[in-house]
């Protein structure tokens, strides 16, 4: 949105909460999906839970990247951090993600070759300072991510490194919408859709939630007035039965998103079903290098043994939380044996994991309950 005053920010959130006040029908519960983990932090720092309405209800989903990122997959990089010749290179905020039996924060303080960089492109000078170990880049994340991993997958084979190569569990988002969509349990009445994720895909690849799932959905920024504005899209939707994809993020999200990182996906990469953490596997929803690039997937040419993973930690509820069938505090591990200082679960481990957000500011916010 443009610059705009506290006084006038504060009346344009007043004529909001009104339009939804009057959207809403008293005493009906409706639940709405925030996809994205930076949608619910925004919900939380900006107290909208608060200003809502009694009987609409803001649930947090799938929206993390690293809490989705299956614990085989953390099996693997814990597998290839074993290794003598091998150096896993990750964001530093993997390495307390839970594999079966460890994480690479506790594999690393054990001697493992476990090295945190801060941008995809310093896997390139890591390999030419290693030119006796292969290094293994943790390539994860969601369309905003994959075209930036995209982008140093063709850097690493422009630079003739033959050395680096990279784990992929990339995630789609569209897909696992249509999942949640789906499921039995857990009724949702539209979703927040996410921002970030939006700008790269544009409005288009949601275009299945109003015809085929009958959903009324919206992009939001990441304003307390953006996410207010997309909430009553939302009703605006289910009170008409004209159901469309809405767009309250228009400054920075096209119809058609960004056609230089699309292209670039397509080039390098395939879809192909992929899991999801307590969640389980959903069609068409994971990537996979292709073509010339599949020189440097590391399952490929760093084969692995078969791996038996686990189940989730005992007690631990992630699954649940990511689809949205129960809030992070209904997990009976949150705020007692998972914190954020030694977490049980993925969705303790990033900033932007929704047990995180729930810990860290439902209780200083009050946005546990609302307001009468």
Same mark, same amino acid.
Request: net charge negative; glycine share 10%; charged share 20%.
């Given at each position: 949105?443009?610059?705009?005053?506290?006084?006038?920010?504060?009346?344009?959130a007043k004529e909001l909460l009104k339009d939804i006040r009057d959207l809403h029908t008293e005493g009906e519960i409706v639940r709405l999906m925030e996809v994205c983990g930076t949608h619910t932090v925004a919900i939380f720092r900006e107290g909208i839970r608060q200003v809502l309405p009694k009987g609409i209800e803001l649930v947090s989903g799938p929206g993390c990247p690293v809490c989705v990122t299956d614990q085989?997959?953390?099996?693997?990089?814990?597998?290839?951090?074993?290794?003598?010749?091998?150096?896993?290179?990750?964001?530093?905020?993997?390495?307390?993600?839970p594999g079966t039996e460890s994480n690479l924060w506790e594999a690393k303080s054990r001697g493992a070759h476990?090295?945190?960089?801060?941008?995809?492109?310093?896997?390139?000078?890591?390999?030419?300072?290693?030119?006796?170990?292969?290094?293994?880049?943790?390539?994860?994340?969601?369309?905003?991510?994959?075209a930036v991993i995209a982008a140093a997958v063709k850097a690493v084979a422009m630079s003739g490194v033959k050395n680096v190569f990279f784990l992929v569990s990339h995630k789609l988002v569209p897909p696992a919408l249509r999942a949640l969509s789906n499921q039995k349990e857990g009724r949702l009445d539209?979703?927040?859709?996410?921002?970030?994720?939006?700008?790269?895909?544009?409005?288009?690849?949601y275009a299945f939630l109003p015809t085929e799932c009958k959903?009324?959905?919206?992009?939001?920024?990441?304003?307390?007035?953006? /996410?207010?504005?997309?909430? $009553?899209? #939302?009703?605006?939707?289910?009170? *008409? +039965?004209?159901?469309?994809? =809405?767009n309250q993020y228009k400054s920075v999200v096209a119809k058609k998103g960004n056609p230089v990182a699309i292209k670039l996906m397509?080039?390098?990469?395939?879809? /192909?079903?992929?899991?999801? $953490?307590? #969640?389980?596997?959903?069609?068409? *929803? +994971?990537?996979?290098?292709? =073509?010339?690039?599949?020189?440097?997937?590391?399952?490929?040419?760093?084969?692995?043994?078969?791996?038996?993973?686990?189940?989730?930690?005992?007690?631990?509820q992630c699954g649940r939380v990511l689809q949205g069938l129960i809030r992070p505090d209904e997990c009976g591990l949150f705020g007692t044996l998972c914190t954020a200082d030694h977490p049980v679960g993925a969705c303790m481990v990033s900033v932007e994991g929704s047990c995180a957000a729930w810990y860290k500011y439902g209780r200083a916010s009050g946005g546990l309950t609302w307001e009468e």
């Open positions: 949105m443009n610059k705009i005053t506290l006084q006038e920010k504060t009346q344009i085989s997959y953390m099996d693997k990089a814990l597998a290839y951090a074993a290794m003598d010749n091998v150096i896993v290179a990750s964001f530093g905020d993997m390495l307390k993600v476990v090295h945190i960089i801060y941008s995809p492109l310093e896997i390139i000078e890591l390999g030419k300072a290693h030119p006796d170990k292969m290094i293994v880049f943790l390539a994860i994340g969601f369309e905003t991510t994959i539209g979703f927040i859709l996410p921002g970030h994720v939006s700008v790269i895909i544009g409005e288009e690849p959903m009324p959905s919206c992009i939001a920024g990441f304003d307390g007035l953006e /996410i207010l504005a997309a909430i $009553r899209d #939302i009703l605006e939707q289910r009170k *008409s +039965g004209q159901l469309h994809v =809405g397509d080039e390098l990469y395939e879809v /192909i079903d992929d899991t999801w $953490r307590g #969640i389980g596997v959903i069609p068409n *929803s +994971g990537l996979r290098l292709k =073509g010339e690039y599949a020189a440097y997937d590391a399952e490929r040419m760093i084969p692995l043994d078969p791996i038996e993973s686990g189940g989730a930690p005992k007690g631990c």
